[in-house]
């Protein structure tokens, strides 16, 4: 096969990852980069999804296993594009790979250097969205792919400050000799006939919005600390708890529009707050027959197939409040217990509410690092930071450079199926393009 007779996806996640099997199923070569230690993206952390609540982690993680598998897709993850060069069906990608630390052939997934790593549960859990703890020497999550552990250089103290306790107690607790400190970050040098991007999104951290008082109250998080917080696999075992005394929680409020569709941050719509706000309600009354659930909205967009019924579902069966009014200032009592002021916009009236826990819908924004990868790849990005198309109707997936193409959350805000649809749609276009290469 021709070395241009092949397509590069950046992004792991279920965009990547479908555009990466709909390509290698065509009998294309696929390289998949991936800048975390393992693919699955946002799709991971999540624990059920709407409209069906199936659990999120069971549908992906197949999709995982079948990527990193399959012999036409070569996944390089911990690594990042650095510079792109050449045209349309003659692309030069140069890749940076960055140190593990541990041999990806040789290790098993054991956990033994995490288990006896000096600095265990010692810094925040980027998967558990700081909720848990992990060490300088951990598995990114249960079922991470590939299952190789990762040494964090900048907190593992034999890298940083050349000693750790006599020996470094990783690498002898590593029976298969899979800890490697004489690592050093790689270029890796591709030739592609197409480029497809799938970065994804971060959520927005409200720090500067302080009428919330996220990051000064305790028992209130954000939607992605939920999602870890009610999933078994998460850093409470998937109780629902307040952190200031890790009570059980019973009364929960979940407030809309943080961050967007507000024109000093960000104007446009997310698309799945209120739908995953209505899904964590649901899971919330699964988990305890008597939690409350209140959903602070400015109007509920519920546009797609199915998502009207959902939330009517919500009211009727799970007994989840619907209350339109944006909330003006959250405070907290004596203990500890976040106090909610609002105008109820359908009567007109000023009231508080007292809840054990607040979760905001914050804003999602396009993933880190987009302007230095659009820089490299020489697109466009819009005004909100999205990778700009050429046409939002005959061309939603074509960049402003030919042979590069988008999807997923990457392009705009959209939920997973309409992500997984728009990757097979970014694929088909690759493969037009590779096809004709010589």
């Excluded at 070569?29 to 409209?51: C, H, W």
């Excluded at 106090?339 to 826990?357: A, C």
């Excluded at 402003?400 to 728009?422: H, L, M, N, W, Y």
Aim: charge should be negative.
């Amino acid at each position: 096969m021709s070395e241009n007779k092949s397509a590069l996806i950046i992004g792991g996640g279920v965009a990547g990852i479908q555009a990466s099997l709909d390509l290698a199923e065509q009998d294309f070569k696929v390289y998949l980069v991936e800048k975390n230690s393992s693919i699955g993206g946002r799709m991971a952390q999540l624990d059920k999804t709407f409209p069906t609540n199936d659990c999120s982690i069971c549908i992906l993680a197949p999709k995982m296993l079948e990527c990193f598998g399959h012999e036409n897709i070569t996944v390089l993850s911990y690594s990042e594009v650095s510079e792109v060069s050449g045209e349309k069906g003659d692309f030069t990608v140069k890749v940076r790979k960055k140190p593990r630390y541990v041999d990806e052939e040789k290790c098993t997934g054991c956990s033994a250097c995490e288990d006896v790593c000096l600095l265990k549960d010692r810094f925040p859990d980027e998967f558990d969205m700081g909720l848990g703890k992990r060490g300088a020497a951990y598995l990114p999550f249960a079922q991470a792919v590939p299952r190789v552990a990762v040494i964090d250089e900048e907190r593992c103290i034999f890298i940083t400050k050349g000693k750790c306790g006599e020996a470094p107690a990783c690498k002898e607790a590593c029976e298969r000799n899979a800890i490697d400190f004489e690592q050093k970050e790689e270029e890796v040098e591709l030739h592609v006939g197409a480029i497809i991007v799938a970065t994804g999104l971060d959520a927005y951290e409200p720090y500067e919005m302080e009428e919330y008082g996220y990051g000064r109250i305790e028992n209130v998080i954000t939607g992605l600390q939920y999602e870890r917080m009610i999933n078994a696999g998460g850093p409470t075992g998937g109780h629902l708890i307040r952190l200031s005394d890790e009570k059980q929680a019973k009364k929960l409020a979940f407030i809309l529009c943080v961050g967007s569709r507000d024109l000093k941050r960000y104007p446009y719509c997310s698309s799945v707050c209120c739908m995953y706000s209505t899904k964590s309600g649901m899971l919330a009354r699964e988990h305890e027959e008597d939690m409350e659930s209140f959903v602070f909205y400015t109007d509920l967009r519920a546009f797609g197939r199915g998502f009207q019924e959902y939330i009517e579902r919500g009211m009727e069966e799970y007994g989840i409040n619907y209350i339109r009014a944006r909330p003006g200032k959250i405070t907290e009592n004596g203990d500890k217990s976040p106090v909610i002021w609002y105008e109820d916009t359908l009567i007109g009236e000023l009231k508080r509410m007292e809840v054990d826990l607040v979760i905001l819908a914050t804003a999602l924004v396009p993933s880190k690092g987009v302007e230095e990868l659009a820089k490299a790849l020489g697109v466009e990005l819009d005004e909100y930071g999205f990778f700009k198309v050429k046409d939002p109707l005959y061309a939603p997936v074509d960049t402003t450079r030919e042979g590069v193409f988008v999807c997923g959350f990457a392009q705009s805000p959209k939920d997973i199926t309409d992500s997984v649809a728009e990757a097979s749609g970014a694929a088909g276009r690759a493969g037009e393009v590779i096809s004709f290469v010589s």
